[in-house]
């Protein structure tokens, strides 16, 4: 058995982690690779609605109007498109070895700074945060390395900037992350579960709890 507390023999792709923080890091690695797949799951419908599918009301029913604005007949099918496309090419980055990370100590908050589109510069807060708290800055950072910039953090300001100014949600990592969570998260037992129907987004706008995911 290697020394979890050992530094990892990769140290090309897991610069300054140890076995330990890889081991975690790769779980949350595949509960990310989970989300995004719910994520498109859900948004795909959207794109070309099935025959008997009202697309107005799923899209209500499916809180999909929190993160994305509200249902538009022209815009929600290209909204879904441009989603699911962007959470491929990330999905893309998490399944390829080319993509890095360098643990950053003596920073408390991660980030893609210098901006090197295959690395991630983990701060010491990765580690001591809650599972689904690392899991959405996991994905929030990847959406950086498909070039998007941050517009809004956290939840109420990310349904609000939904409700306010859409095409701009559209391109806000926060949006992206949080949404993958909560389409994740209704599978998970013991998570606070989201109702089908928050016509006001009360309950997309709330913590998403301290529910740990196995393995980190
Ligand atoms: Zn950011």
Not at 102 to 131: M, Q
Not at 135 to 141: D, F, R
Not at 190 to 204: E, V
Request: proline residues 5%.
């Amino acid at each position: 058995m290697s020394d979890p507390n050992a530094l990892h023999p990769d140290q090309h792709r897991f610069k300054n982690l140890t076995n330990d923080q890889v081991r975690r890091l790769q779980k949350i690695m595949d509960f990310a690779v989970i989300s995004i797949d719910h994520a498109i799951k859900r948004l795909q419908p959207m794109i070309s609605p099935p025959v008997g599918c009202n697309p107005a009301e799923r899209w209500n029913r499916e809180n999909y109007h929190c993160w994305w604005g509200e249902f538009d007949a022209q815009r929600s099918s290209r909204t879904a498109q441009l989603c699911v496309t962007r959470y491929q090419a990330v999905k893309g980055k998490l399944n390829t070895s080319k993509l890095r990370f360098k643990l950053r100590k003596e920073e408390r908050y991660t980030n893609v700074a210098p901006y090197w589109g295959w690395r991630i510069y983990l701060g010491a807060n990765f580690f001591r945060s809650r599972s689904l708290d690392s899991l959405s800055t996991l994905i929030h950072e990847l959406f950086h390395l498909i070039g998007l910039v941050d517009l809004r953090y956290s939840r109420d300001a990310c349904v609000t900037l939904a409700q306010t100014l859409p095409i701009l949600a559209r391109g806000n990592p926060d949006n992206y992350a949080y949404y993958a969570l909560d389409c994740y998260r209704n599978q998970l037992s013991g998570a606070s579960h989201l109702a089908m129907d928050d016509p006001y987004c009360q309950l997309a706008r709330q913590d998403h709890g301290s529910i740990r995911l196995p393995g980190t």
